[in-house]
């Protein structure tokens, strides 16, 4: 008889602490696992991170194996792993309508429940008793069943099965924009029962994805039809949050000892090694103690503090766990099991060697694994001053089975036993590693011979549409109602996955379906719904942003491919040559490189061998099919290759709601109230609104009758708008005009018609006005909503103050959100699509320059409208209505560039200037930047963009000018610079006649900069890095600061820590009580003040601080000082909303006369009783 060898020996007594610390415990029915012998509950988290072990040690008796008896041992471990995922399955499966039901609502009472019945597999507690939406414990059950799968286990044995988990993909790939309760079940740290978006969730929600796409659930045994698809641009949704919340945890945890399993094992969900780094650093500076890691700061959880008899805590007590938290030493488990992975021997040792020192013996020596450490209650106060210092007792769970697990895998790791690839099959361990440079492949399509013949003048040799067959080329949403098909299962009342835009990643690689080879066109050239792709720039900045998104996050076999087809809409006017933009953006991608991506054009057949090729098995027909899903449609075999997409066109949206393009319109009829002999040339559009003498019968009553009349009669588009809108508002959009005495002619039908001609003439003003008033669909909007919130963004739209200024801190349906934006509007249907259009701009830089909104925790979309109004008006020397119109008629391009400029942070100039034409002198508008020498040469070419719409709507304005005074109009457009909306006090020049350009010097263009600069730091929110957690020492040291009345209390340290995410956007919102920016903006710099009064070492600088106080004695130094100079009261003219002098605002904050000179002396004048003697003197 063969001797048993060392390893075999060593694994068997590996196998018997297995068996008496964890499989002794196994359900022999359902294969689950209790959390101890106290909870019998079966909660999904620990049971998979119980299991592992077993696998683990399956693994090493299977590479191991020295007889027969180690292969039954292998078998048996394994099919003990096998039954615990398989009863996890039936317990979830139970809850079918839940999965359904989330994919649509996200709401925690559709949620998956936490713990189950150990027994039975049933649910123990109701929907709304226990924090059961914890999308981190779904997603580590898939994330394992991905990995084990690989391993060999065959743990899915249906279609039926499969497609559930088709759908629990579906369940968690919104893990990026989804509150839940998070790894501890509690949410928000202050235990109240309040669900926040979790680093944890979604780095497990974006390794589950990441695992399981392409995955055959039947292994090696499995077709087609048992593949699981996961969409690439939801995974990148979770990375791109992901990476903007670490190395915080939430929105009110600033570290959390849990992300060891997102940067580490199990997960290895982030690809930056450096922020990998952080994130763990974080942990170990601020959680590690002597015994294992703090969960997180301040938290309750067993400690002698605690009240076992509440369920939350009083946000109040939360200091009273500072320094007393209980150290689990479960986290030494994930260091041991992150050494093994990094290879780092030192770190696998030390952590061995310290874990070994808190486990327990237990019955025969068995090593046990607490659940955690204590304080004992008799020496919480030597704790207190001495953190890490009391000797603390064991608590909880003994063995705490997911630590215990831990333990014995790292151990089987360490010592030989496994190799990292055997437990990581996937090969997710390599998150780190750099990936090769990505060639971004763009066919070029024209989508007719006469567009391929004007590309081929140019040097463009490019195909048609109908010449690449057989590949076929189909806009984006058909690619969504297909995915939406994905998945169904009519026995389990499934539907699949909900219809989402297709991002870029999904459009960027070809698909197989039913043996046919088809390319989708990007989702930006689809938007037939929004005016932006009438704006040919912006459809180049459009293209530029994704080709920089693919570089930056493609990640799959093979490279990218984008069809760009070329439409009439990108023609010039005349139809016979590409428009400039156009053709620019082409030149360069067959140069090889744009928007910082490298670039091949050429044919789609040549691309056919390096491009991503995904085959779309379950829009396979046939048996497979059938057996598959009992939806499947026996026609479809009966069809040609290309018929079965008839049912999707179908099913798009009604072309009504969207934006009538010119290929829309070529096959319509046209009204004749846009063919009337008195309409205005192209290059004389009105621009401004003209009012409108409403008619009157004899009862006093509006003649609607006479105003068709007038309608038909006027030659002014705006006046035609305005007339069609009070019809609108008054009769209603179906109501018949009877303009034609053949059909009929609606005021929608009207409206529309007028809409296109705006539309073709690109007089951006009224397409925004039109849209506003048809409600043209944004389907953008919540998308853009959601990604700026899920970023740790909040909304606010219309002006301050609060109630009309509303504030969006949670994704909204798409109807609401739009209801809110028009109530926030107060009825102004420009500014309401103006609102929508922002929103979709500032999402846009949030996914492509996140560093644009660094320390901004509120987007106040107000303001920032206001402030590019009031821009144009300072700069422009103009009045507030010629400034306002200048605005409305920019194209989306324009005001996307403009946006940049202020969230960019760079000093920019716009002014008027003359250019002698013969003997005529033409006004037009130039933009420049201050210091822009080291802009890139995007930015610049932005710059020359905004130059050149600016000029164009100069131009138009002045040019129509008589035409609007000879017909008697007076304006009665929106003033978005007015008092209403414009910041109270900010006073707007009169018109550029007033000031000759001779008169004007280099000390006139520098005036109003720093006011500027105010202004326009006061509306984005932005403060200098590390303000807040400096407002948060100051709290330390007063009662509170107290800003016009609202007071931020110092017992907000008591409940939130300085790194907090939360804190900062409390102090935010105190802040934001405050309407006009640039007065806030003072509020700020009088706090710096205080923060670096707070530095000093005393014990208080006050009670509660009034900070207006503080900034109000600085304006009377100011004051007292410019008088003494010789000013006199015309110069120092103040605001009257705040009182502050105008000079002041426009002071620089360093220097003799600098705020912050005057600020100092002030906060020194305010709390020079707290202050030693000897630092009031040198005041």
Request: some cysteine; hydrophobic content about 35%; overall charge negative.
């Amino acid at each position: 008889m063969r001797s048993r060898s060392n390893s075999g020996v060593r694994l068997d007594s590996y196998a018997r602490l297995v068996h008496q610390t964890i499989l002794c415990h196994q359900n022999p029915v359902t294969g689950l696992l209790p959390a101890s012998y106290d909870q019998k509950d079966a909660w999904v988290r620990d049971n998979v991170y119980s299991i592992l072990a077993v696998w683990g040690l399956g693994l090493a008796y299977r590479k191991n194996a020295d007889r027969d008896e180690d292969k039954a041992k292998a078998y048996e471990l394994e099919q003990s792993v096998v039954k615990l995922m398989r009863g996890l399955l039936q317990c979830m499966i139970r809850q079918v309508e839940k999965v359904e039901s989330f994919k649509y609502s996200q709401s925690t009472r559709d949620s998956l429940h936490a713990k189950y019945n150990t027994k039975t597999c049933a649910t123990i507690v109701g929907d709304d008793q226990w924090g059961h939406l914890q999308l981190d414990a779904t997603s580590v059950y898939l994330l394992f069943l991905a990995q084990m799968t690989a391993s060999g286990l065959h743990i899915i044995h249906s279609l039926d099965e499969v497609n559930f988990v088709q759908n629990l993909v579906f369940y968690i790939e919104a893990a990026y924009k989804t509150a839940d309760f998070g790894i501890w079940e509690r949410g928000d740290k202050t235990n109240q029962g309040i669900s926040e978006l979790n680093a944890s969730s979604v780095g497990m929600a974006k390794a589950a994805l990441e695992a399981l796409d392409e995955l055959d659930l039947f292994g090696v045994k499995g077709g087609p039809q048992s593949v699981i698809h996961v969409l690439a641009d939801e995974v990148q949704h979770c990375q791109s949050i992901l990476n903007s919340l670490l190395p915080r945890a939430s929105t009110s945890k600033e570290v959390d000892a849990s992300l060891l399993s997102v940067v580490s094992f199990p997960a290895f969900a982030v690809e930056d090694s450096k922020l990998v780094d952080l994130t763990k650093q974080e942990i170990i500076t601020k959680l590690q103690g002597r015994y294992g890691c703090c969960r997180f700061l301040r938290d309750g959880y067993k400690t002698p503090k605690e009240d076992p008899n509440r369920l939350y805590y009083e946000p109040s007590e939360l200091k009273s766990f500072e320094n007393i938290e209980c150290e689990w030493p479960l986290f030494w488990t994930y260091f041991i099991l992150d050494g093994v992975f990094s290879g780092n021997a030192e770190q696998v040792q030390e952590y061995r060697e310290a874990l070994e020192a808190v486990l327990i013996k237990g019955k025969n020596g068995v090593p046990l694994l607490p659940e955690l450490y204590s304080v004992p209650p008799d020496k919480v106060d030597e704790e207190y001053q001495n953190p890490h210092t009391v000797d603390r007792v064991p608590m909880g769970k003994l063995p705490h089975m997911w630590g215990q697990s831990l333990y014995i895998l790292g151990s089987l790791m360490a010592e030989g036993f496994l190799a990292p690839g055997e437990i990581d099959p996937l090969n997710r361990r390599f998150s780190t590693v750099p990936k090769p440079d990505v060639v971004v492949q763009v066919s070029i399509l024209a989508e007719t011979e006469e567009i391929k013949a004007i590309l081929k003048d140019k040097g463009i040799d490019v195909e048609t549409t109908a010449e690449v067959y057989p590949i076929r080329v189909q806009p984006a949403r058909i690619l969504s109602h297909i995915y939406s098909s994905l998945g169904c299962n009519s026995r389990m009342k499934l539907s699949g996955r909900p219809y989402r835009h297709m991002g870029v990643l999904g459009t960027s690689k070809l698909y197989d379906i039913r043996k046919t080879i088809f390319t989708f066109t990007p989702q930006f050239i689809d938007q037939q719904q929004f005016y932006l792709a009438l704006d040919n720039k912006m459809i180049v900045e459009m293209l530029r942003t994704d080709l920089s998104y693919l570089c930056g996050r493609w990640r799959m076999t093979g490279q990218p491919t984008i069809t760009f087809p070329i439409s009439h809409t990108m023609l010039d006017e005349d139809g016979t040559s590409l428009n400039s933009s156009i053709l620019a953006a082409l030149r360069k991608m067959q140069d090889g490189y744009f928007g910082g991506a490298r670039i091949q054009t050429g044919k789609l057949s040549e691309f056919l061998t390096t491009s991503c090729c995904t085959h779309l098995s379950f829009m396979d027909p046939g048996p497979e099919g059938k057996l598959y899903s009992e939806d499947y449609d026996d026609n479809y075999s009966e069809l040609e290759p290309g018929d079965w997409m008839n049912g999707y066109d179908s099913t798009s949206n009604d072309v009504h709601m969207y934006l009538p393009t010119k290929i829309f319109q070529a096959s319509r009829p046209s009204l004749n109230l846009l063919d009337s002999p008195h309409c205005p040339r192209e290059d004389q559009v009105p621009s401004v609104r003209v009012e409108i003498h409403l008619p009157r019968d004899q009862a006093g009553e509006v003649d609607f009758k006479a105003l068709v009349v007038q309608l038909k009669e006027t030659s002014s588009l705006q006046e035609q708008a305005d007339i069609l809108c009070m019809l609108y508002t008054m009769k209603g959009p179906d109501w018949d005009t009877e303009l034609y005495d053949e059909g009929s002619a609606t005021v929608r039908q009207l409206l529309t018609e007028l809409y296109g001609k705006v539309g073709e003439i690109r007089h951006w003003g009224l397409i925004r006005y039109i849209s506003g008033i048809l409600r043209k669909k944004v389907e953008a909007l919540d998308e853009a909503c959601t990604d700026l919130l899920s970023h740790q963004k909040h909304l606010t739209v219309g002006l301050p103050p609060e109630p009309r200024e509303k504030t969006i801190s949670a994704p909204l349906p798409y109807e609401v959100l739009t209801q809110l934006i028009d109530e926030a509007s107060e009825g102004d249907m420009s500014i309401s699509i103006l609102t929508q259009e922002i929103m979709v701009y500032l999402a846009m830089y949030m996914r492509t320059q996140p560093g644009l909104f660094a320390e901004m925790f509120r987007l106040r979309i107000g303001l920032i409208i206001q402030v590019m109004a009031t821009e144009l008006a300072h700069s422009l020397r103009c009045s507030a209505e010629e400034a306002t119109d200048s605005l409305m008629n920019l194209s989306p391009s324009a005001m996307k560039n403009l946006l940049h400029h202020i969230l960019s942070g760079k000093e920019f100039g716009v002014e008027r200037s003359v250019r002698p034409t013969d003997s005529n002198v033409s006004p037009a508008i130039s933009i420049h930047e201050i210091g822009a020498a080291g802009a890139t040469k995007t930015e610049r070419t932005g710059i020359m963009q905004l130059k050149s719409e600016i000029k164009q709507v100069e131009f138009r304005r002045l040019s129509i000018s008589t035409e609007s005074q000879s017909n008697g109009g007076h304006s009665l457009g929106i003033d978005l610079t007015s008092p209403s909306f414009l910041s109270p006090g900010t006073s707007v020049t009169p018109s550029s006649g007033s000031f000759p350009r001779s008169q004007q010097t280099s000390k006139d263009n520098r005036q109003g900069q720093w006011q500027r600069r105010r202004r326009l730091d006061g509306a984005l929110n932005r403060v200098p890095i590390g303000f807040y957690q400096k407002v948060w020492k100051v709290l330390q040291k007063c009662h509170g600061l107290s800003v016009e009345g609202f007071v931020l209390p110092s017992s907000t340290t008591r409940e939130m820590t300085p790194g907090e995410i939360k804190f900062s956007v409390h102090v935010e919102s105190v802040l934001n009580r405050v309407p006009q920016p640039e007065y806030r903006q003072l509020l700020v710099e009088a706090i710096l003040v205080l923060t670096m009064m707070a530095d000093i070492e005393i014990h208080s600088i006050g009670s509660i601080i009034a900070v207006e106080k503080i900034v109000h004695i600085a304006n009377d130094l100011f004051l007292q000082e410019q008088k003494t100079l010789g000013a006199d009261d015309t110069m120092l003219a103040k605001d009257p909303a705040s009182g502050i002098c105008t000079l002041l605002y426009d002071s620089a904050p360093s220097g003799r006369f600098g705020t912050m000179t005057y600020l100092s002396k002030a906060a020194a004048t305010y709390i020079q009783e707290f202050l030693p003697h000897s630092i009031c003197a040198m005041q």
